[in-house]
């Protein structure tokens, strides 16, 4: 049972646009919300986050939006680089632990 | 400071063999814990140690197995490997439990089952 999903295995977006990347999830325990960059060779690295309290969080050129109703979040890079090509992962946890990944979203940012 | 460091990084095994992989993990950080990711599957939870000790665990057959040494430094073990484990092992470490800190990640182990 898939409970964290990203819908869309990859994205291609014009260097200086903006790169959307979604994510879905069906627990409705989760209270932390992150995302992950990951370039090939190399683990993934923390990139933003988010409490279930807020619906916005945002840093520099990303910025994670959290729609509990919709069980939905979705980051927003502006604008976007081709060094922001790689694979992002979404991930979830709850109070008791682990976090819970999903697939993954390879972006290309094209220059 | 050094960051989360995995042996091997590459590792080729055939089925019925079984495996160690190890983790080392940032200096400071006792909590280690073990993903496999695999395509179109995303990263899974495997367990975390923190303090010699297993506090949670993945949805995984007993075949894996792991632990923690006294320097928070980890191995985690595959007996009788399948064709399926086929996968990049990464391991994160915190410096506290991974529920409430922020998790580094190593490179990761990859290995194929042949």
């Known amino acids: 049972d898939q409970q964290v999903k990203q819908n869309s295995p990859s994205l291609s977006v014009q260097e200086g646009r903006i790169s959307i990347l979604n994510c879905d999830y069906t627990?409705?325990?989760?209270?932390?919300f992150l995302w992950y960059k990951k370039y090939p060779a190399e683990g993934p690295t923390f990139l933003i986050s988010?409490?279930?309290?807020?619906d916005k969080n945002e840093d520099g050129r990303f910025t994670v939006f959290l729609n509990k109703s919709a069980k939905h979040l979705s980051l927003h890079i502006v604008p976007s680089q081709p060094g922001d090509s790689a694979v992002y992962f979404c991930a979830a946890r709850r109070n008791t632990g682990k976090l819970i990944f999903g697939q993954g979203t390879t972006l290309q940012v094209k220059p | 400071k050094a960051g989360v460091t995995q042996t091997p990084r590459y590792l080729i095994k055939t089925r019925g063999q079984q495996v160690t992989l190890s983790c080392s993990p940032i200096?400071?950080?006792?909590?280690v814990s073990w993903y496999q990711q695999t395509p179109g599957q995303g990263l899974q939870f495997l367990f975390e140690?923190?303090?010699?000790?297993?506090?949670n665990k993945g949805n995984f057959p007993g075949r894996f197995s792991g632990r923690q040494f006294s320097n928070s430094r980890s191995e985690m073990n595959v007996s009788t490997l399948e064709l399926g484990d086929s996968a990049l092992y990464l391991c994160?470490?915190?410096?506290?439990?991974?529920?409430?800190?922020?998790?580094?990640f190593g490179p990761g182990t990859r290995l194929t089952v042949l």
């Open positions: 200096s400071g950080h006792r909590s």
């Open positions: 988010i409490s279930s309290i807020k």
């Open positions: 627990n409705s325990m989760f209270d932390y």
């Open positions: 994160a470490s915190s410096q506290g439990q991974a529920t409430y800190n922020e998790q580094f």
């Open positions: 140690y923190f303090s010699e000790t297993q506090r």
